[in-house]
Nanobody, 112 residues
């Protein structure tokens, strides 16, 4: 059983919006800070942002600030990444992470 499952990726035009989700097992991940990362072709995986276990504290990479919002529905054991004003450089595979566990990722492609 995969403990972290991302969904919501797809093809979107420049300037568009997209919301990703990461469903996780509440035990143990319900008490974990969770993170979003992304990896573009031929580039290293990079941090996008994080949210604490309660959903009250978030942190973002500079490239995400102002355009991306991370939230968490603790009742549904789901984390979200809302992305707006998407740019071609946001094209990447997006992963959620909790502790040392990674999801399999979901592909986001931003076309001009």
């Amino acid at each position: 059983q995969v403990p972290l499952i991302e969904a919501g990726g797809g093809l979107v035009q420049v300037g568009g919006s997209l919301t990703l989700s990461c469903t996780y097992s509440p035990h143990p991940f319900g008490m974990y800070t969770m993170e979003w990362f992304r990896q573009a072709p031929a580039k290293e995986r990079e941090f996008v942002g994080s949210i604490d276990w309660s959903g009250t504290h978030t942190e973002y990479a500079d490239s995400s600030k102002g355009r991306f919002t991370i939230s968490r529905d603790t009742d549904k054991s789901t984390m979200f990444l809302r992305m707006k004003d998407l740019k071609s450089e946001d094209t990447a595979r997006y992963y959620c992470k909790a502790g040392e566990s990674w999801g399999q990722g979901t592909q986001v492609t931003v076309s001009s």
